[in-house]
């Protein structure tokens, strides 16, 4: 790999805590940091070293400890240099403008994640874990990243992308050998692999869709008739009088949304108008808005007047049904519906809850808050924050992941199809597909625009 240029940024700064970090990569980073510290003994590898930070003029910009790593055994697999001195902001700029000046370069967001990737020091997957475990938000989503990073998730992958190798092995000896007698297309050798890799393909996608949740939250709508108890509902998620309550049909006309969390999940919360037809030109365009929300859903809270249930059920099930493929002719996300049966006072049934063949159902009492906590414990287990979370191993995961994820599936699906009907050439083409889609995950196959569109969202220094 060429020679690159050597970087600076500010890695951290935290003034109330009296921390700051500059961090150096590349191959001037250690005769920078030495001439900066003006400092005649070169830096010994892995030893802290007290140190003051000079300017051009020779005055003290600062003091603290300078950390040297050398090339490969580092983040970047570069030789690196830590400086870390007071977190004031000031005095951190003052010692990268003097990194600047002898010779330095400031970072681009993510480089410093970026180079380590190219370096061969963390694959595509672990890289993005970097800058999920600096933005995780809860307990859950900081272990999911901490796992991603060391190699959980890219494991997965791993280990889905070795079946598939298998597979391809198989067909593509089938093409190689046409003559002879044995049809190795109906092997049952053959079927084997091809369940094992759409098993391991089904709990991958399960597991990343869990952990995208973890790292963007869970987006939760909550969709009904009117005066269903949705509005209601929602303050008492909230906390706050967030939706006007009233008892006259049709109140809520726009969608309302709020940022909550319950037990260190993040739910944005989407409150719709009620479903039905109307006449009126503005809750009509409530309810375009409200069936638009539901596209969009992690989980959609069904809320139903337990006074008439079923009759609620069916008409919800029409307004919440989705198409077969998406504009692009793929198979759309069906968002997990969630059954909510209000006014449960009135029919002696609250904090009930049951499992059926149509979904979770669960009766509560909003006014009184019976049933929340059971309401609670089912949005923590849809955000992949539930109890036994940890048990499963559960990783980080962003919406490209899934998507590259799904893209494979596609192609898997396409491929068993042509091996039905023996047509061996076009089932190994799906199945090269298939493969080339879970390398986008892991950085196997990569472009120039999708690493920058990845780095470019990390913060500087990272």
């Not at 999920?132 to 890219?154: E, N």
């Not at 049909?249 to 037809?277: K, M, P, Q, S, Y």
């Not at 069904?302 to 029409?318: H, I, Q, S």
Request: aromatic share 4%; net charge negative; charged share 25%.
């Amino acid at each position: 790999m060429s020679e690159r240029d050597t970087i600076v940024a500010v890695a951290t700064a935290n003034g109330a805590a009296g921390i700051g970090v500059v961090r150096l990569s590349g191959p001037r980073a250690k005769p920078i940091a030495e001439a900066l510290c003006a400092t005649e003994r070169p830096f010994v590898a892995r030893q802290a070293r007290y140190a003051r930070f000079h300017d051009a003029g020779g005055e003290v910009i600062d003091d603290g400890l300078a950390i040297a790593f050398d090339a490969p055994r580092s983040f970047t697999g570069e030789d690196v240099v830590e400086l870390q001195g007071h977190g004031n902001p000031r005095l951190l700029a003052q010692v990268v403008a003097r990194c600047l000046a002898l010779g330095a370069r400031a970072a681009r967001p993510g480089e410093f994640s970026e180079r380590a990737f190219l370096e061969g020091k963390l694959d595509l997957a672990q890289a993005e874990a970097v800058a999920d475990l600096i933005t995780a938000s809860s307990d859950a989503a900081l272990r999911a990243a901490r796992r991603s990073l060391d190699g959980v998730f890219s494991a997965r992958v791993d280990e889905l992308v070795e079946a598939l190798t298998l597979l391809r092995v198989h067909v593509e000896a089938a093409i190689d050998f046409p003559e002879e007698e044995i049809d190795f297309l109906a092997a049952p050798e053959l079927a084997a692999r091809l369940a094992r890799v759409e098993a391991l393909h089904g709990a991958l996608h399960r597991d990343a869709a869990r952990g995208v949740r973890l790292v963007d939250g869970l987006h939760v709508v909550i969709v009904g008739a009117p005066n269903a108890g949705k509005s209601a509902l929602m303050n008492a998620l909230a906390g706050t009088e967030r939706a006007i309550v009233t008892p006259i049909a049709g109140t809520t006309r726009d969608v309302l949304r709020d940022v909550v969390r319950i037990d260190g999940v993040e739910l944005t919360l989407v409150d719709t108008a009620g479903l039905r037809e109307t006449q009126d030109v503005v809750e009509a365009e409530g309810i375009r808005r409200a069936r638009a929300e539901v596209a969009k859903a992690d989980l959609v809270l069904a809320v139903l007047d337990d006074r008439e249930a079923e009759a609620a059920m069916a008409r919800l099930r029409n307004e919440l049904a989705v198409p077969s493929t998406t504009p692009e002719g793929r198979p759309p996300s069906q968002p997990a519906i969630l059954w909510l049966h209000s006014h449960a006072d009135l029919t002696h049934a609250a904090n009930r809850e049951d499992h059926r063949d149509d979904g979770h159902h669960l009766w509560i009492d909003t006014p009184r808050g019976i049933g929340l906590d059971r309401l609670r414990a089912a949005l923590r287990d849809a955000a992949g924050a539930g109890e036994g979370a940890d048990s499963g191993g559960a990783f980080s995961a962003r919406a490209r992941h899934v998507d590259a994820i799904v893209r494979a599936g596609t192609h898997l699906v396409d491929a068993a199809m042509q091996l039905r009907a023996r047509q061996g050439e076009l089932a190994a083409e799906d199945l090269r597909l298939a493969q080339d889609a879970l390398g986008e995950i892991t950085g196997r196959v990569s472009s120039d625009a999708l690493l920058g569109r990845i780095f470019s969202s990390f913060c500087i220094g990272k």
